[in-house]
């Protein structure tokens, strides 16, 4: 089980066609105490990549009102499906109102096959989501890639989660951005920064 929130399922069935992780990277700096998954704990590399790729997370995430990092899993042994969990100051893994949820695809080689390879990805998550995604966006951003934007509401009672969505292309790698609330539905305001992620260039990696 990659995700603990109710699109788990969903997200553990999309698969993408990727070639094996390759990188080099110093570790990141973490603001509270991040629960790794078991594979993530015994594999030095998975640690240095989520180390590597928290600072561009952190950037494009900074408007949501949800900034810790929390948990980190990866789904295939590979590396190439990560799992990203941001949390406010204070909530728990197992006590949340809001939540970033984030989900890193290896896509590409090089950055123009990770540029073509992009709408695919974005074709997969639409045709999972079906029905319950709306107001769905597809636009040119400033890099020249593609990016894409819906609202959707999954689950039931306490647990039903309202979610604005955007997937996006960071080098390699493709990005699928969950901001979720709980009890209760985001406003148009946490819609706007949820959007206005696509707007952002890439920020620099980090020294």
């Known amino acids: ?108 080689n090089d950055e123009e096959m990770a540029r073509q390879g992009i709408g695919k990805v974005m074709d997969l998550y639409v045709a999972e989501w079906g029905t319950n995604v709306k107001n769905v966006q597809r636009q040119k951003l400033p890099t020249g890639d593609e990016g894409f934007y819906g609202e959707l509401t999954v689950g039931e009672g306490a647990i039903a989660e309202d979610i604005a969505v955007v997937i996006r292309r960071i080098g390699v790698f493709a990005v699928v951005i969950m901001n979720q609330k709980r009890d209760g539905t985001l406003s148009a305001d946490e819609k706007f920064a949820t959007h206005s992620i696509l707007s952002l260039i890439e920020a620099p990696a980090a020294p």
């Open 1 to 108: 089980m990659i995700a603990r929130g109710t699109l788990s399922k969903r997200i553990a069935r999309v698969c993408i066609l990727a070639i094996a992780l390759l990188f080099g990277a110093v570790p990141g700096s973490f603001a509270r105490e991040v629960e790794f998954s078991p594979p993530v704990q015994q594999n030095p590399e998975f640690q240095r990549f989520a180390g590597w790729m928290k600072p561009k997370l952190d950037y494009l995430i900074k408007d949501l009102g949800v900034p810790e990092l929390a948990y980190v899993a990866v789904q295939e042994p590979t590396g190439r499906l990560f799992l990203f969990e941001y949390l406010q100051p204070g909530a728990s893994l197992n006590s949340w109102r809001r939540m970033v949820s984030v989900n890193t695809f290896l896509i590409g």
